[in-house]
């Protein structure tokens, strides 16, 4: 998966990679798992190369930052040394490729007549075309389920992860060389001209998965025909009901904003009961300040801290009145926007109209309270009592991920092998003559349709090849 060659043309590399799509489907599935093995085996005899490159990145992109050009969320997304960021990514390329093959199930069957079967069997999107900011250890994930799940793909990566995604590249590219995989199964580009050029291609690519920032995405989903997959933002809410127990909510909003605050999952506004307003919130407040939290306040936040007896020493550096754009930014830093509302209802209302439809969590000792929430949130994923960073492809045991999608058809929420497969349907007619629908019918002398269920989950005229 080396960088390619700029005298190849655009064009050349999505007829590449439809042709390497449409190789694979001929050969056994046992070979997609013998290539992760293989990357997972690569990355970890190159680690310290790896890291290195990724050291210079990081170097580099300091200096942007210094001088203003480049964001510290950006910054930190990039670091692949940051906590179990590495051992993570190995381990999810293994996890992905113990994970059961996600093609080739049957999802409905049918006996339509007598000899007549009908299957609806999941089966690879085609070829992925995956554009991604800053986090280079994308690369790795984006193929490891591009490969388990059957399809090919093309990965741009952010200049700023340029030395680090090279290596990364060569590594997926030496696994994969040592099976019967084709090499143009995973490629890589570099510029935003092919970028650019790829998009209008949507006769050999079949989805784009942007990851990365607002303007990316959007930018993305107005330039192409071709189906776009992921989120533009990351607006995620935790709502402390009215029953809210003090040591539940301290834990969940720590956590949800701290653990990562430039992750997409990181809660970006706290909504807080009215009824909180002078005995849990106060409280909460203190232990995001004492975590170095800048609060964006609401008028009814604000005066509740003024009121409290709490010792805030960060009152006057820490806190400050909050706008109305306050609510609609996605801060991805130690800053968090904090308003009260009445009850769960309009806190519902206030989450649908503000959020991107990521995350959003309720802290509630009360059943109704959290039912509500659940069904009246729109969005990806709707939690009780947790965190808003376990939206995570890798910790609801997807292996890994291949990004976020807050759409409403095909995948949503964090996206693993099963974002990635959609479905065909064969037939099999097993009758001397075969079978014709104008056998079918009203009338003297038609058939009926039998519609009988067969209980089954594989295809049995379906053998895996060589």
Known sequence: MAPTDPEILVEDI???????????????????????EKIADRLESNKDAILAANREDMQAAQVEVDAGRMSNALLKRLDLSRGDKWDAMVKGVWDVANLPDPTGIVTYATQLDDDLELYRVTCPIGVLLVIFEARPEVVVNIAALAIKSGNAAILKGGKESARTTLLLSRVISEGLAQTTLPSTYIQSIQTRAEVSALLALDQYIDLVIPRGSN???????????????????????????ESANLEKAIRIVLDSKLDYPSACNAVETLIVHTALLHTVWPKVAKALLDADVRLLCDQNTLAALHASRLQLEKFESHISVASESSYDTEHLDLKLSVIALPSVHSAIQFINAHSSHHTDS??????????????GVDSAGTFINAST????????????????????????????????????????????????????GVGKGKKSYKHAPIETTTVPFLKSTT
């Open 362 to 375: 309720i802290v509630t000792e009360s059943q109704e309270a959290a039912t509500v929430f659940c069904r």
């Open 389 to 440: 960073r376990f939206s995570d492809g890798f910790r609801y045991g997807f292996g890994t991920e291949v990004g976020i999608s807050t759409g409403r058809i095909h995948a949503r929420g964090p996206v693993g092998l099963e974002g990635l497969v959609i479905y065909k349907y064969m037939m099999r007619s097993k009758a001397d003559k075969g079978h014709v629908v104008g056998e079918f």
């Open 215 to 241: 303007s990316l995405v959007k930018n993305i989903q107005n330039n192409t025909r071709i189906p776009v997959m992921g989120h533009a933002d990351g607006l995620c809410h935790v709502y402390l009901d």
């Open 14 to 36: 999505a007829k590449a990679a439809k042709s390497a799509f449409e190789v694979s489907q001929l050969l056994s599935t046992d070979v997609r798992k013998l290539a992760l």
